[in-house]
């Protein structure tokens, strides 16, 4: 029976999401439980590109992302794929209305990492920001409007800034690896063996600059999916509070996290402000 098989993709989708994100996983649980399925098959297509390119060394990761492309349009096309993320996220789009653009931008992005180390430009450096992350935040918002395209306008530069803020914060987070495991630097003229005190506050600066902008977009998200996307809101503030307070050189040799019991705390404090009605 096909929705058995449909039903089975999801959860694929859901348990790839909570092995690769604790984090996420729970920003996720905090959304209406009508849209949490398609968030999931979401992470889960963009999280399976990013390993690709990120982990699976010793493999031809020209061929897998290409075969991975090829195999997402082939189930675009008859509607069905046997493996479960592709078949999850495919029933997503077009349920959703989630244009080739964005998925095309997306792996063009995920492309450039297999071969592109520097982002010397900060044309260079926005384009892969909106590829890698802004259309991500896209995609979840087609979910997240249910088809009201005067909503999906409204909201598309917050949603955008908070996917640039999300990636921003993750290249700050995984300097160390980013350069010495995959050799990439992605911030434009900032020095990675000697992390200045001023290039670090100007990269804090301008991720802080859009989580302002952001967040006027999350007060006006649809009930559903407002306290699931303020709790990951929350939580990379938090992240990035920490790597302000990290001095540069602990951050170029040790990776910043959040603790367990901070994450529920977070949780707690912005469950909180949902309720009262503060947001």
Known sequence: MKQLF??????????????????????VKMLSPKIREDIYSIYAFVR????????????DKNKLINQFEADYYAAIEA?????????????????????????????????????????ETQAEYNKYIYGSADVVGLMCLKVFVNGDDEKYESLKEPAMKLGSAFQK??????????????????FPGVNFKSLGLNAKQSIINEI?????????????LPIEAKFGVYTAYIYYRRLLSKLK?????????????????MKVSLLARSFLVFKLNLL
């Open 245 to 261: 307070n990290t001095p540069s050189e602990k951050i170029l040799t040790t990776r910043i996290r959040v603790s367990n019991p």
């Open 79 to 119: 509607g069905i794929s046997l493996n479960p993320i592709l078949n999850s996220f495919q029933k997503t789009v077009k349920k959703n209305n989630i244009t080739d653009d964005l998925v095309q931008a997306f792996l063009t992005s995920m492309k450039l990492d297999l071969n592109k180390t520097e982002y």
């Open 48 to 59: 399976f590109a990013d390993e690709i390119v990120d982990s699976f060394h010793g493999y």
């Open 208 to 220: 802080e600059e859009d989580f302002v902008e952001a967040y006027k977009g999350i007060k006006l």
């Open 169 to 186: 914060v993750n290249f700050l987070r995984d300097l160390k690896d980013d350069y010495e495991i995959l050799n990439r630097s992605y």
């Open 6 to 27: 449909d039903d089975t993709s999801f959860i694929c989708s859901k348990i790839v999401t909570k092995k690769y994100s604790t984090s996420f996983s729970l920003a």
